[in-house]
């Protein structure tokens, strides 16, 4: 009996060194996958690619963080507002590659985790000068805020690993002002085959608040920010491949400040209510992506919460009458991709 005893305690022993070899092998070719993650992923074919690293809102939601978009072109990569940061990494990406950020303007859940992508672009990149932020009038007074809440935590790093590793010049974001005005669309960024523009869409009361228009090598993507139908919105995405655009559904933000009403959220109730006045419905953006004639309509900055399944049925509505084309509610995660020289859309996930 004890020598069976001593014989299962020796397997179980055995079992437990190999569980934490396996573990500890498993652990290292992550990390080690993680910090190999560049650009040249090899189904990352030339051309324009999007990511939602955060697909929601304010609202939690168990799929979709706060609003962060990735856009790949070519070899230069970006961010559309940064309210949410942790799945750069977990979509396969390097924060220490980030070309320059685009903001649409200035709710806290659509710049909440720029002062986290400033430090881990600087961190990651070794990089010698300060992160491009671009964005509307307001933005210096942004970036300098969040450079003075990191200022600290920047003299540490560099101190701790040194000039080598962090320069000093290249900590946090160096602000650039976007002037737009009326129905114009101006060039924010120009490179070989690249152009991003900006035009301003409507999100009274904040003002002024932006989209952009992405077009690299034949292919283009408008991202919307947040706005109510825009005639501006309408005229700039004519005829563009992929329109990412906000979406909030009436009927079950009705819903919300009904049951708020009803367990005496005074305050919560005010809010859903507010906020119908300053988004899009699904059905709304639908008409819209047939006016202008995309291809291709994805949401985000979904509001509400979509917590249960079958609920992006109930969000879209009736906005499948009105756009032909594919219609996509967005998750964290989802990755288009469309290839120069073709017409493809392709979409999958990346988490």
């Given at each position: 009996?004890?020598?069976?005893?001593?014989?299962?305690?020796?397997?179980?022993?055995?079992?437990?060194?190999?569980?934490?070899?396996?573990?500890?092998?498993?652990?290292?070719?992550?990390?080690?996958?993680?910090?190999?993650?560049?650009?040249?992923?090899?189904?990352?074919?030339?051309?324009?690619?999007?990511?939602?690293?955060?697909?929601?809102?304010?609202?939690?939601?168990?799929?979709?963080?706060?609003?962060?978009?990735?856009?790949?072109?070519?070899?230069?990569?970006?961010?559309?507002?940064?309210?949410?940061?942790?799945?750069?990494?977990?979509?396969?990406?390097?924060?220490?590659?980030?070309?320059?950020?685009?903001?649409?303007?200035?709710?806290?859940?659509?710049?909440?985790?720029?002062?986290?992508?400033?430090?881990?672009?600087?961190?990651?990149?070794?990089?010698?000068?300060?992160?491009?932020?671009?964005?509307?009038?307001?933005?210096?007074?942004?970036?300098?805020?969040?450079?003075?809440?990191?200022?600290?935590?920047?003299?540490?790093?560099?101190?701790?690993?040194?000039?080598?590793?962090?320069?000093?010049?290249?900590?946090?974001?160096?602000?650039?002002?976007?002037?737009?005005?009326?129905?114009?669309?101006?060039?924010?960024?120009?490179?070989?085959?690249?152009?991003?523009?900006?035009?301003?869409?409507?999100?009274?009361?904040?003002?002024?608040?932006?989209?952009?228009?992405?077009?690299?090598k034949g292919r283009s993507i408008v991202i919307s920010g947040d706005t109510v139908r825009s005639d501006n919105l309408i005229r700039h995405a004519r005829g563009a491949d992929l329109l990412v655009h906000e979406g909030l559904s009436m009927k079950l933000v009705e819903l919300a400040e009904e049951k708020a009403k009803a367990v005496g959220q005074k305050t919560m109730e005010k809010i859903f209510f507010d906020i119908r006045d300053y988004h899009t419905s699904p059905e709304d953006v639908a008409k819209l992506a047939d006016e202008a004639g995309v291809r291709y309509l994805a949401f985000n900055h979904i509001v509400p919460m979509l917590p249960l399944p079958g609920m992006k049925e109930i969000f879209l509505g009736?906005?499948?009458?009105?756009?032909?084309?594919?219609?996509?509610?967005?998750?964290?995660?989802?990755?288009?991709?469309?290839?120069?020289?073709?017409?493809?859309?392709?979409?999958?996930?990346?988490?």
């Amino acid at each position: 009996m004890k020598k069976i005893s001593v014989l299962v305690i020796l397997l179980l022993g055995l079992m437990l060194v190999l569980r934490e070899q396996t573990t500890l092998f498993l652990f290292g070719k992550g990390i080690e996958m993680q910090m190999a993650a560049s650009l040249q992923d090899p189904d990352l074919v030339d051309g324009l690619h999007l990511g939602f690293c955060g697909a929601g809102s304010p609202l939690p939601d168990p799929d979709r963080s706060a609003p962060c978009t990735i856009v790949i072109a070519g070899e230069d990569m970006f961010l559309f507002d940064v309210g949410s940061s942790h799945n750069i990494g977990a979509m396969g990406f390097v924060a220490g590659m980030l070309d320059s950020v685009f903001l649409t303007h200035f709710h806290s859940d659509h710049i909440g985790d720029l002062g986290e992508v400033m430090l881990q672009r600087w961190v990651a990149g070794n990089h010698t000068n300060p992160l491009p932020v671009y964005g509307p009038a307001g933005v210096t007074k942004v970036v300098d805020g969040f450079n003075m809440a990191y200022g600290f935590d920047s003299d540490y790093r560099t101190a701790h690993h040194g000039e080598t590793i962090v320069p000093t010049s290249g900590k946090g974001g160096k602000a650039t002002q976007i002037d737009v005005s009326g129905d114009e669309l101006v060039t924010v960024t120009k490179k070989e085959d690249l152009r991003i523009s900006a035009f301003l869409v409507d999100h009274a009361p904040v003002l002024p608040a932006i989209g952009y228009r992405i077009d690299y090598k034949g292919r283009s993507i408008v991202i919307s920010g947040d706005t109510v139908r825009s005639d501006n919105l309408i005229r700039h995405a004519r005829g563009a491949d992929l329109l990412v655009h906000e979406g909030l559904s009436m009927k079950l933000v009705e819903l919300a400040e009904e049951k708020a009403k009803a367990v005496g959220q005074k305050t919560m109730e005010k809010i859903f209510f507010d906020i119908r006045d300053y988004h899009t419905s699904p059905e709304d953006v639908a008409k819209l992506a047939d006016e202008a004639g995309v291809r291709y309509l994805a949401f985000n900055h979904i509001v509400p919460m979509l917590p249960l399944p079958g609920m992006k049925e109930i969000f879209l509505g009736n906005a499948r009458r009105y756009f032909n084309g594919p219609i996509h509610v967005g998750s964290d995660g989802d990755f288009f991709s469309l290839p120069a020289g073709s017409d493809d859309i392709r979409k999958d996930n990346r988490l």
